[in-house]
């Protein structure tokens, strides 16, 4: 039989399960940049193979949290929040560093939720893992998938670029058709909404039933303390 006259199907069905394997390659040393506020900057040399050493720099992150939220009529609720690096106001699904030692990610969730928009989830699935880029910084989001959301009874006040935070509902359709036509290009935002379309298109309820649970492992970070 030529390749040509190969099932792809019956190819695929001896294939592993695809999954991101960790195996970080040793170090012959590590330096610390640049200290910054948010993350560091560090240069590590890395001993990739026989007689193959390298340098690479990249961003040492905390790490991150994110929440779509979606009420009972359909609809996300979304942020719009001044970014600086970039020059705009995106529209984005709460967000937050995982800064706070010893906080589950799913409980940061949670609080940056109520934080930013006042809301607290009633029920929490874990919807997308995300590395957002993984040849510049070793940062990682998990973005969590928030239904039964009802107001906090909590005041929270917004501070610095905070206070000009601006929250909407939005139809999870408008939503998603705004990422299409590229007027929404928040990276978790734009993961998080089409994950939800996705799961919609399978024709099981909202799909939140086929999402791990909010504390699920976390990923992992080969190198972390």
Known sequence: MSIEDTDP?????????????PGQRPLAGRRTLHEGMVFDLVRDTVDFADGVRFDREYIWHTGAVAVLAIDDADRVLLIRQYRHPVGHSLWEIPAGLLDLGGEPPHVAAARELAE????????MRTLVD?????????????VYLATGVRESEEEFERTDEEAELLSRWVPLAEA??????????????VS??????????????????ELRAADAPFMERPGRP
């Open 176 to 189: 998603v058709t705004a990422v299409l036509e590229g007027r929404i290009t928040n990276a978790t935002t």
């Open 192 to 209: 998080a909404l089409l994950a939800v379309q996705v799961l919609r298109g399978r024709g099981a309820g909202d799909g939140a039933s």
């Open 116 to 123: 930013e928009t006042g809301y607290v989830p009633g029920d």
């Open 130 to 142: 995300l590395r957002p880029s993984p040849g510049g910084s070793d940062e990682v989001v998990r």
């Open 9 to 21: 199907a019956e190819g695929a069905a001896q294939e592993p399960p695809l999954r991101d394997e």
